[in-house]
């Protein structure tokens, strides 16, 4: 198996224009558990080791702020740091000990189309909790809109140290782990946000909690179905803010010898959207809202 620098996908940054609104949604419907509150930030945490999958910063409008990766140790997160300033990335916050929960070392920069990516090390883990089949237990994957996909590729692979898993018409997926991607990058005529994806621990969980959303009153964007590259199970919603979020399980787990796919491999029948056929159209809203969200630093 490939040594990868960074271990994982660990939390996102979001900006919302009410906090206080936001917590409630993020735990009473999203189904995340409250970890820390100041007065302009919450951090919410599922079910798993990580101690923040989540943040919640008061802000004048809704943006993605940054996306947090989990290094293997100090020494892959300098090389981390020193190869992502050499493609072009700016530093943009130095090597520190973050006041977060979880605490660890971090620098974060920011790519040349405005994104902010932080890489962590040494955080603090806690002991999970006993799984809960509603309830996400970490973050499975960001996707993000790129402009130029092979550019954007490019900065993960080179840049980061991913492994490309799949190629489809619209989307290149990538990896840092055995997850068969931690990364999205779809084809837009924007670089923004398409949507962060949360894990539960089987496709009852993406029922269910899906259930829980439409009893608070929010309507599937797009699902459930199955995807074609990563296999996984999904359920999209939008946010009272405007971010697609997905409910999602059984992420193909890939190894070395996995054959990267191509486009050729990731067709549907007419009328399809996802392996089963069985997902209606994705909404327009839900469309609108996975290219509206912009990266802020």
Request: net charge negative.
């Amino acid at each position: 198996m490939t040594a990868f620098d960074i271990s994982g996908l660990r939390s996102v940054d979001f900006t919302v224009p009410d906090l206080g609104a936001a917590v409630e949604f993020y735990t009473a419907a999203w189904g995340l558990t409250l970890a820390d509150r100041r007065s302009d930030t919450a951090w919410l945490r599922g079910t798993g080791e990580d101690r923040q999958l989540l943040a919640l910063h008061a802000g004048e409008r809704a943006a993605i702020r940054s996306m947090t990766f989990r290094a293997t140790d100090r020494e892959a997160q300098a090389r981390l740091s020193t190869r992502l300033q050499g493609i072009g990335c700016r530093l943009t916050s130095i090597l520190h000990t973050t006041d977060e929960p979880g605490a660890g070392v971090a620098f974060a920069v920011t790519d040349p189309t405005g994104r902010t990516i932080r890489i962590v090390a040494d955080d603090e883990r806690r002991i999970a909790d006993p799984p809960a089949v509603d309830r996400a237990e970490r973050l499975a994957h960001v996707n993000i809109n790129s402009d130029d996909v092979a550019r954007d590729t490019a900065l993960f692979v080179d840049g980061l140290g991913f492994r490309l898993t799949d190629r489809s018409k619209m989307m290149a997926f990538v990896r840092t782990n055995s997850d068969h991607h931690s990364i999205v990058i779809a084809e837009a005529p924007v670089n923004t946000l398409n949507h962060v994806a949360f894990l539960v621990p089987t496709w009852e969980g993406v029922m269910r909690a899906s259930g829980r959303m439409v009893d608070h009153g929010f309507a599937i964007g797009w699902g459930v179905g199955r995807h074609g590259p990563g296999d996984n199970v999904f359920a999209y919603f939008v946010d009272p803010f405007g971010f697609v979020i997905e409910q999602t399980a059984e992420v193909l787990q890939v190894d070395d010898d996995y054959r990267v796919g191509s486009p050729a491999d990731w067709t549907w029948a007419s009328g399809r959207t996802d392996q089963w056929g069985i997902a209606p159209p994705k909404s327009d809203a839900c469309k609108a809202a996975q290219l509206a969200i912009p990266f802020a630093g």
